[in-house]
């Protein structure tokens, strides 16, 4: 059964603390692994797709990577606007009609 | 660009009436739009997914005759919660995905939905 998994639940980081949340995935056939930023009472936003081990992208102050088993989003120098909760979510091969599986999210603050 | 807008954003409505919420694409044609449903301090759950000009599918456990889905167009779907209840009270969000891209999926302010 395809299944996303991330960690930690929370976060919580001081302003320039760098760190780095995980999306653990099970799926047969990755067909891609997207980062999505949700701010309470909001729509989630898209931030990046990634579609094959080793692949890498960067906006301002965030970096995903991915790996065969898992991408990141590493967070680095954090400032109080990029609290928010982040959400993973994967297109697995077996699916025909571009249905995402999403992960719980980490919901990130950070402090002044 | 990819720029989705839903409407309304916040609607109130008394148990038994039905309320449509509207999921629009301003900026690209969306061939698939998604309709989810959060609950607080939960993730997505996707409720359907809709293809212009063609039925819903619908995911398991989700009332096809209580949340009615519409893809009229390339650039709207809408839903209908029908005969609605207290419990049906969420936060509604639809997605859509562009054609020709890799599945990415834009998705709209959300609409809060409160049944008195």
């Known amino acids: 059964e395809d299944q996303v998994t991330q960690s930690p639940e929370a976060l919580r980081l001081q302003e320039g603390e760098s760190s780095s949340l995980n999306c653990s995935y099970t799926v047969s056939g990755l067909r891609g692994l997207f980062w999505y930023r949700q701010d309470p009472g909001k729509g989630p936003e898209f931030l990046f797709t990634l579609y094959s081990a080793g692949e890498e992208k960067e906006k301002e102050r965030l970096k995903a990577t991915l790996t065969k088993k898992e991408s990141f989003l590493h967070i680095t120098a954090p400032k109080p606007e990029d609290s928010a909760t982040y959400l993973c979510?994967?297109?697995?091969?077996?699916?025909?009609?571009?249905?995402?599986?999403f992960g719980q999210g980490t919901t990130l603050q950070v402090k002044p | 660009g990819a720029v989705v807008s839903q409407h309304p954003s916040r609607v109130i409505c008394k148990s038994g009436t039905s309320v449509k919420i509207e999921c629009r694409s301003l900026d690209f044609q969306a061939t698939t739009m998604f309709w989810y449903r959060q609950f607080p301090k939960k993730s997505l759950m996707l409720m359907a997914t809709s293809n212009e000009g063609s039925k819903a599918t619908y995911e398991q456990g989700v009332e096809k005759d209580k949340f009615l889905i519409n893809h009229a167009s390339l650039t709207l779907s809408t839903l209908t919660v029908t005969s609605a209840h207290p419990e049906d009270s969420s936060f509604y969000i639809c997605s859509a995905s562009p054609a020709g891209t890799g599945y990415e999926q834009y998705f709209g302010p959300g609409t809060r939905l409160t049944v008195t």
């Open positions: 979510a994967v297109l697995s091969g077996s699916s025909n009609t571009g249905k995402l599986i």
